[in-house]
């Protein structure tokens, strides 16, 4: 029980042998994983000085129930865990993250209005769980002058430990009356602007385009008017519920929103001024060749928060909080892998974009290097205008690293594929695309210096011959910037 700071010695004896005297506490851990017993010396509020035949020990008063005639109260601690931020998100995923992080503990979750986790044994209540509505602002007041526990909500909010749970991505949606078929990224930033108020304009019959929106204090609502700016008058909504619900209604209604929450309206499909298809599959947001998309953070205060609450925050990252995740219609955070053949829109891709630059040669070597193999969600980005990965990839070796090194890729070979965007020299580009594999291999030898070479991957490049967007913009240019993490079959690995 980590909570508890002493002799390991100490430690190894009470799991052995059970105390032969009677003391005047007995102190046991949360999930009855072990029990201490000993003579009280002191309670400070947060930690037990207990005195036993070991010796003294120190133990976390969040980590145990405490019973006996010198505990301070006969009550395990009681976590009282207040969540606030913008409606939305709370509603469809807080509850069922709780409800698994608490039978992932053995304990019970009960439902309502202040939901509670509860010890089974006994039915003591052990955490209090609620959810208060306001704007970002105010939350954020509340949780630095302890007045709530946590955030949630679509903005990294500053003085907070944030952390982030999953990821929306923001699609375009119509009504299923509406049957214009596709639009720009451009064309959409200019019909949301309100430059563009007509669906004749695009093509499409002559009515007026309605744009709808959400309030200012709705959740997604700051995420995106980050992306689109001002949005051109219209209904706006209350929640991204009510939203897609209204443009349903609407045949010639136009919205940006998450695309968790469709409802009965259609994603309208979005390409870029190209006519690269920009799918919002969980691939390519995972992936970052999706550029509308957004974190869900979860932020606390840096001080010191219960034991119930450190705990949920780390249930956060495992892979059954993580299925969760998916499961209310967000991204999630685990490793995904898709056929690289599959994804026949980036090889038609690459040859209907490819210079004259780009050699057939080029173009069937990217082919046979892509047959039988997979792509791995992890791709790796630089700065701009620097050789440093940026935050995320960083993030992304880490991980990377923690899974070799666990055998996560057993059997499989790996390799780093640098791709370049399509300005400058094709033979120029070319090279700077394998220094960039080249340096996200050394970068993961520097996070994780144990692993062998062989469990290091292997480079190849492409520079500009597989673009995944127009390299007229500065964010078609950063998204075909990228190294890629494949993964084939080992020659000698077992069937």
Known sequence: MRQIIGCAAAFAALLLAPLAYAQDVTLTALDGGLALTGHMISFD?????????????????????????????????????????????????????????????????????????????????????????????????????????????????????????????LVPIVSAENRFPAISSIDLAAALAGTITNWQDFGGPDMPIVVHGLKGDAALGSAIRARAGVLADGPRHATATELAAAVARDPWGLALTGQSDLGPARVLALTDSCGFPMLATAMAVKAEDYPLAVPLFLGGARHRQPLMLREFMDYLATDSAQSIVAAAGYIDKRIGTAPLTDDGQRLLGAIRNAGNEVS?????????????????????????GSSQLDARSREALSDLARHIAAGRFKGEDLQFVGFSDGAGEADANLALSKDRAEAVRRALHAVAPDLTEAQLPKTQAFGEAMPMACDTTATGRRINRRVELWSHPAPDAEP
């Open 360 to 384: 057939l040669a080029t173009l069937q070597r990217l082919a046979a290097a892509m047959t039988g193999g997979q792509r791995v969600s992890m791709t790796f980005r630089f700065q701009d």
């Open 45 to 169: 509020g947060a930690f037990y000085r207990v005195e036993t035949e070991y010796g003294g020990l120190t133990v976390d008063a969040d980590a145990v129930i405490c019973t006996g005639p010198a505990c301070p109260k006969l009550t395990a601690p009681l976590a009282r865990i207040t969540v606030v931020g913008p409606s939305g998100p709370e509603k469809r995923l807080l509850p069922s993250l709780f409800a698994g992080f608490a039978a992932a503990r053995g304990l019970n979750y009960v439902a309502g209005g202040v939901a509670e986790i509860r010890d089974p044994a006994s039915g003591q209540p052990l955490a209090l769980i609620s959810f208060s509505p306001m704007t970002s602002d105010a939350a954020l007041a509340a949780v630095l002058n302890q007045q709530a526990s946590m955030v949630v909500g679509f903005e990294a909010l500053p003085k907070l430990r944030n952390t982030v749970v999953g990821t929306e991505a």
